[in-house]
């Protein structure tokens, strides 16, 4: 079997220095084709060189963010309000009255009781088959 070789820390970052001399020596010889060209820069070291404040970030002002909050609160009010709503319909749970508790007590007693009648009595329908 191949012995399979092991990319700990240490060859990782030789491969990467390796790979970024590379690189550093493709975009100079880039850089050296296009000033032979027509002394255009590279584009990419234009836009590494461009300053960071070029793009001027948006601002809000505060009666803006006010009015967005205002907004969003009344939105998940609004889902609070219908999500409450089906919970609170939910019908009474129905209490069984002493009465109805009985009756049923005295209908299972009178089911087991048929029940046990009819396993201790003999069937008529297994002496004829025996013949």
């Known amino acids: 079997m191949p012995q399979t070789l092991k990319h700990d820390s240490e060859f990782l970052h030789a491969a990467l220095i390796g790979?970024?001399?590379?690189?550093?020596?493709?975009e100079q010889r880039i850089a050296d084709l296009?000033?032979?060209?027509?002394g255009q820069p590279a584009a990419r070291k234009?836009?590494?060189?461009?300053?960071p404040s070029a793009a001027k970030k948006r601002t809000m002002s505060a009666s803006a963010r006010r009015r967005i909050a205002l907004?969003?609160?009344?939105?998940w009010a609004d889902y609070k309000a219908a999500k409450a709503k089906p919970a609170a319909s939910k019908p009474a749970k129905r209490k069984l009255s002493a009465e109805g508790r009985a009756r049923i007590v005295a209908a299972t007693k009178k089911r087991w009781a048929a029940f046990h009648k009819a396993q201790k009595a003999p069937t008529p329908a297994a002496a004829p088959a025996a013949e």
């Open 71 to 75: 907004a969003q609160k009344k939105r």
């Open 34 to 38: 296009r000033s032979q060209l027509g």
């Open 46 to 51: 234009a836009a590494a060189a461009a300053p």
């Open 19 to 26: 790979l970024q001399h590379t690189l550093g020596a493709l």
